[in-house]
Each structure stands twice: as C-alpha cells, then as structure tokens.
C-alpha cells in the first residue's frame, strides 16, 4: 500500500510564497495526487490534482517529478487566511491514501 | 455547487449504544465513503459504497458497518460503541462513477464523543 509522508508543520509569513513537499512510496502508475486544505471543524476542500508535471489553477500550483515518487503544492502569496492543515492524497478511486497533513501556520 | 451534508456536527453516545451516523448528498454521485480522522493519523477510509446496497470495508471496518438504501444516503452504523471510536467522522463523495478519478466531496464531519 502506498505511503504518503508530509511534514507536519510549517510558518510563513503573508505574501511569500509556500511549498510544501509530499513523499508518496510505492505509487502505482494509476495513481493521481490531490492535495485538499482543511480548516478547523470543517471537512477538506480540494485544492488540486494532477498526474504529472505541472498543473496550475487559480489558487495553487503542483509540481510532479518525473519519477512521480514525490509533489509539491505551491502556494502563492499567501495570506493569514490560507492557516490551515494540508493534506497530499495518492491513490486512485477507492484506494487513497491520506497523509497525516501538514499544519500551515501564515504569520503577519 | 455539490453538498454532502452529515446530519450531527458533535454527538455524545455511551460505550455499547448503537450509533447511527447519516449522510446525504444531492448530486447523483455513485460512490460514498466513510472515514474516521484522528490526530497525527490522517484519515483513514472505513467502508464504501459504490451502489445503492453495495459496500466494500475499507483499512479500519472494524466495529462499524453501513447501509445504503438509497442512492443519495450513506449511513455507518457503530454496532456496540467503544471509547476508542471517539473521533471526527468524515462523509465523502466524488463525481462521477466506477473507477472516477475525481475528487473527494467532504461533508463537515461529525465529532463523536463515547463515554
């Protein structure tokens, strides 16, 4: 079973640019990444997805590898509300498989 | 805009009562998930459902089970609730059927307390 690996805690201050990097052993060739973003008593809420290279849209961005073995959620000029848990997911359909998030802290 | 809606935001249960948690969704979507998250462990998928009466046991079934009578409705059932079941529960639903790679649509959560 895949295995996702995030850090678990990062600051920033507002306006500078955030990345975050995941680690996913054992990514099968099916596999998609989604990245979600989860504020305090409420569900995740998708950010992102991509397969390979890069994938960019109105909030964020995401940089895959070649090799698919790792991504990186980027974050761009962030803000105070953009504090919140991050999760990078891989999988496909019914077999995901969620990193334990990376809580994001924005310093003013 | 897709809502998945669970029906309690907090509940409070003893140990051995049996616990109803109820989700809806109002797209038509095929597929329905259950998760539990607890800190420093993610989330992890307890059962799903990619049918009405179909369901698969996902990493952690045990000591839960579900029922989908209807398309729009997942419901996990706690059949004798322990304190180690005390945790946020999280309802999900992607788009499209079958195999879909779409992403997940998160309901709320409800936050389960077992005393």
């Known amino acids: 079973l895949a295995k996702t690996t995030q850090p678990i805690s990062m600051d920033s201050y507002e306006g500078q640019e955030v990345n975050i990097t995941c680690s996913h052993n054992n990514i099968a060739t099916n596999d998609y990444i989604t990245w979600y973003q989860q504020f305090p008593s409420q569900g995740p809420r998708f950010i992102i997805q991509?397969?390979?290279t890069k994938v960019t849209n109105e909030v964020a961005s995401l940089f895959i590898p070649a090799d698919r073995k790792s991504s990186t959620l980027s974050l761009p000029r962030v803000s105070l509300s953009d504090t919140a848990v991050y999760y990078c997911?891989?999988?496909?359909?019914?077999?995901?498989?969620f990193g334990s998030g990376t809580q994001l802290t924005v310093l003013p | 805009d897709v809502k998945v809606t669970q029906s309690s935001r907090y509940l409070v249960k003893r140990t051995g009562e049996k616990v109803f948690l109820e989700c809806v969704q109002d797209m038509d979507h095929e597929n329905m998930f259950w998760y539990r998250q607890d800190p420093g462990l993610g989330l992890r998928l307890i059962y799903f459902?990619?049918?009405?009466?179909?369901?698969e046991k996902g990493d952690i079934p045990e000591g839960y089970s579900v029922s989908r009578e209807k398309k729009e409705r997942f419901s996990l059932i706690l059949e004798s609730a322990s304190t180690n079941q005390t945790s946020m529960y999280l309802c999900a639903s992607p788009p499209g059927g079958g195999f879909s790679n779409q992403p997940q649509h998160f309901g709320d959560g409800t936050r389960l307390s077992i005393l």
């Open positions: 459902s990619y049918d009405v009466k179909m369901k």
């Open positions: 997911v891989s999988g496909s359909a019914r077999q995901l498989t």
């Open positions: 991509g397969y390979k």
